[in-house]
């Protein structure tokens, strides 16, 4: 059976979730090819994935990196230019390729190609709608919340099932993305998180210096999401590594996927321009700093690792993201505006009590009674 995956193509965390589909799948004996943008295909085709290069359909971030409204909103008419372009493309490699199922992750043009060529789409998705920042103007605000609830509701409703790669209720993370969007709630299916990366019990791929630290609290530090919004996070780490490399030891991945994977020494500890050991980092340090992108929640969660989550200035998901993860006691969120290396100390003090570890490893414990790849394979009737 031939299955058509499209990735999202602003940032990793889609990429990562469909890898992990697209892997099981080839071990079943199925061929998969991939959809995605820019950097993500790349990334894709490193991997081994024949990735079919769409142009990007995002939101506009601005010079600092935060989510603006109001420059979205201008550049409206290009967005659904842009959108128009990416059904056509799509239409183009899907019936090229012929597959038997379109499997999209958050991808509205890919579901919208399926549909005009009779091809059975499953939609992977943690946000049926999308809400503007408490910052935004009220009008403006209430025009992105209301348009995106109807727009996004009427695109997933021209595919097939949806499956949210998140926990039900009252543990969901994006549940402000995702509760009362609609048709859309109504039909979705929590399967649990998709993309995660087992265990590394051998971290020998780290530093011998990050291994044998005793005295000072070990802290990665992973910087993702759109390219726009990397530069200004990874200044604030290595703004901190500096300020705090007596009592701390920092692991920064600067989350380019084109960058160099070898680690160079920085003040306070080591820069990577991509990580490829962050689950060795993670499952060995004392805390993350971390984007509150869902994908990366969800890995936190699965290693049962306290986090200080910091999201993309002015983005709504993120912005919700942490704020339920923090609700939920096993993370602290912190604005970018006012994070520094006091700031930080405090939240990782506040994130050694031991109660965000214990919360962190209860949310463990949940996640554990979901397969969210057998899951899909079961509705994709494959497995």
Known sequence: MRAYLAA?????????????????????GHEVRF???????????RRGFECDDVPLVDVVFTREGS???????????????????QVAREVEHIGRFSP????????VSTVAAARLLGVRSVAVVNQLMLFSSPRTPTVA????????????????????????????????????????????????RYVGFLGMTPRQTVPSALPQGWLQEKRRKRVYWQVSGPPATRTSFLEKAIECAKAMQETHLFAVSAGNPSGDTAPSAVPGGYLYGWCESSAAFIDSCDAVVSRAGHSSISEFISRAKPAVLVPIQAQSEQIGNAEKAQRLGFAVSLDERSLGPGSLADALVALSSGRALDKAREMRDVAARYDAVRSVLDVLGLS
């Not at 959809?35 to 085709?45: A, C, D, F």
């Not at 543990?171 to 509760?179: F, H």
């Open 8 to 28: 999202f193509g602003s940032g990793m965390g889609h990429a990562s979730r469909m890898v992990t589909v697209a892997e099981a799948l080839v071990a079943a």
């Open 67 to 85: 989510f603006s409204a109001t420059a979205t909103l201008r550049s409206s008419p290009l967005i659904l230019a842009r959108l128009v372009r």
């Open 35 to 45: 959809s995605s943008s820019g950097e993500v295909t790349m990334w894709l085709r």
């Open 141 to 188: 605000a209430d025009l992105i919340t209301g348009a995106s609830k109807a727009i996004l509701d009427a695109f997933w409703g021209l595919g097939g099932e949806i499956l949210v790669p998140d926990l039900p209720p009252p543990y969901t993370i994006s549940e402000r993305n995702l509760w009362n969007a609609g048709a859309s709630s109504e039909r979705a």
């Open 100 to 107: 038997r199922v379109v499997v999209s992750d958050s991808v």
